[in-house]
């Protein structure tokens, strides 16, 4: 069966383009103007994916994004957006999307992040994927079973995608939930931007891209507490490593 996306996007333009590509691509795709339609439409047929246009008369992106997480839907979330500053991204990774993409856009680039967020995750071998070196001195042990992994006081439970840091509970979206799964996999390892890129979203999409340096921050602020060793940690010029100093 094809995976189903629902796209709003209110330049018809561009929603007929997108439409076209993305039913070339093999999805089956319903495509409305604007958000009104398409929480309608998320009501009564749940897609695989949304992909949705930040500004939209009536009721933008944004607060379509906002009330499916009220209502519990965990469905992955793609905006599209034409606002560049970080403040603008974060805006929406706070309303509970997964992910962004930056207009004018490569349709590529929405197939490779459309393909990341309909991925289900898979084990990553320790050390697997790493590098700049292998695991630091007095790093925690990775603990493994069929749905835990613990590490640097980080706990999941894959099956339930939830996470905690020590008993407080974090909110994650999809794909922060599959960064720090990465992470904490391969807690100890540095792991290089193109690993996290091919493993996370399934494309590089090189040195001049924030993508990855935008999700880290936005994790940090979810992971981090006053008082508490910070754990997600940059090794300049290499990628970024799970531990606890």
Not at 9 to 31: C, K, S
Not at 172 to 183: A, C, D, S, V, Y
């Amino acid at each position: 069966m094809p995976q189903t996306v629902l796209l709003a996007e209110d330049d018809r333009a561009i929603r007929h383009a997108l439409e076209r590509a993305l039913t070339l691509e093999g999805y089956e795709v319903t495509a409305v103007a604007d958000g009104v339609e398409a929480l309608a439409q998320a009501h009564k047929t749940p897609p695989d994916v949304l992909v949705l246009d930040v500004m939209m008369p009536g009721i933008d992106g944004l607060q379509v994004c906002r009330v499916l997480r009220a209502e519990g839907d965990r469905t992955p979330i793609l905006m599209l957006t034409a606002l560049v500053e970080t403040a603008d991204r974060i805006a929406g990774l706070d309303a509970g999307a997964d992910d962004y993409v930056v207009k004018p856009f490569d349709v590529e680039e929405v197939f490779a992040r459309l393909r990341a967020l309909l991925r289900r995750t898979s084990p990553v071998p320790a050390g697997a994927g790493a590098g700049g070196g292998g695991a630091e001195n007095g790093s925690r042990e990775v603990q493994l079973s069929d749905r835990q992994v613990e590490a640097a006081g980080i706990r999941m439970d894959l099956q339930a995608r939830r996470a905690w840091r020590g008993e407080r509970e974090l909110e994650l979206t999809r794909t922060e939930f599959e960064l720090l799964e990465l992470l904490v996999r391969n807690a100890g390892i540095v792991l290089d931007h193109s690993t996290i890129y091919d493993r996370i979203w399934g494309y590089d999409f090189g040195p001049g891209s924030k993508n990855l340096a935008v999700y880290v921050g936005y994790l940090r602020r979810k992971l981090d507490e006053p008082g508490a060793p910070q754990l997600i940690h940059t090794v300049r010029g290499v990628g970024y490593v799970l531990r606890e100093d």
